[in-house]
């Protein structure tokens, strides 16, 4: 399934960003802070609404389907995701099957079996019981990634899906994404990450697209410079060989 954001402006943050992930793409969202990245999120998945432009999904305006359907499909996890009471590790992913059933439906072993495998990618089967709150902030995103999955989305959103986590289970989450066949855009603040896991990269400045391309072609000296304020150095992977970056602080703007 295709996303796509076209003329997207929200009042004093975002002005007249457009991209396009095509179906089964990975595509990520960088920037500096307060460039707009959560706040073009936000938009993707409903929590805001923009105040020009539109977010499609296969051509079909987001804002025309009904939100439950659209849960169906879309499924995101949020930097504000929270769970405010005592619920058990099975029972917050359970969450995610909730569009897929109807008021009076009750959890049905395939529900259970989605959640188990779910936790299972996670690494988080063995917390099934434990309490959410009760978790450390890494096994707490893992547990919502797994929420995320239990819905079965065509289009995955994920702000910041590594916070939280240590570099094994990053590295082990941002494979995942890549093998799901889903369409899904990050935002993802390592940018050696971002290069490593994404098919193109989106770098907003100041509420709006400065460039869209690989990460070769979007992670280059000068972008670096202007765009985060920084001096790096951009040498191959030695085994992928896709950009990796050495950085260095820039006198730029100082």
Request: glycine fraction near 6%; charged fraction near 20%.
């Amino acid at each position: 399934m295709d996303l796509a954001i076209d003329n997207l402006a929200v009042d004093r943050i975002l002005h007249d960003v457009t991209l396009t992930v095509g179906a089964g793409e990975v595509h990520g969202i960088v920037g500096p802070n307060g460039s707009g990245k959560s706040t073009t999120l936000r938009c993707v998945y409903r929590a805001l609404k923009p105040s020009q432009g539109v977010v499609l999904l296969d051509g079909a305006p987001l804002d025309r389907i009904p939100v439950k359907e659209s849960a169906k499909t879309l499924a995101a996890l949020t930097q504000d995701s929270h769970v405010e009471f005592d619920f058990t590790v099975a029972e917050v992913v359970a969450m995610g099957r909730l569009p897929h059933q109807t008021g009076f439906d009750r959890e049905s072993p395939r529900d259970r079996e989605i959640c188990a495998e779910a936790l299972s990618r996670m690494d988080a089967g063995h917390l099934a019981e434990r309490s959410f709150l009760s978790l450390s902030g890494g096994e707490r995103q893992r547990v919502l990634i797994a929420r995320a999955l239990a819905q079965q989305p065509r289009v995955l959103v994920l702000d910041e899906p590594t916070n939280h986590l240590d570099i094994s289970h990053q590295l082990a989450v941002l494979r995942l994404v890549r093998s799901l066949e889903t369409t899904v855009l990050t935002v993802l603040h390592d940018l050696n990450l971002a290069a490593a896991h994404c098919d193109r990269l989106h770098v907003l400045h100041e509420g709006r697209v400065h460039t869209s391309g690989t990460p070769r072609e979007v992670l280059t000296a000068d972008v670096l410079r202007e765009v985060f304020q920084v001096e790096a150095h951009v040498v191959p992977h030695p085994t992928s060989g896709v950009p990796q970056l050495l950085f260095e602080h820039s006198e730029v703007g100082s």
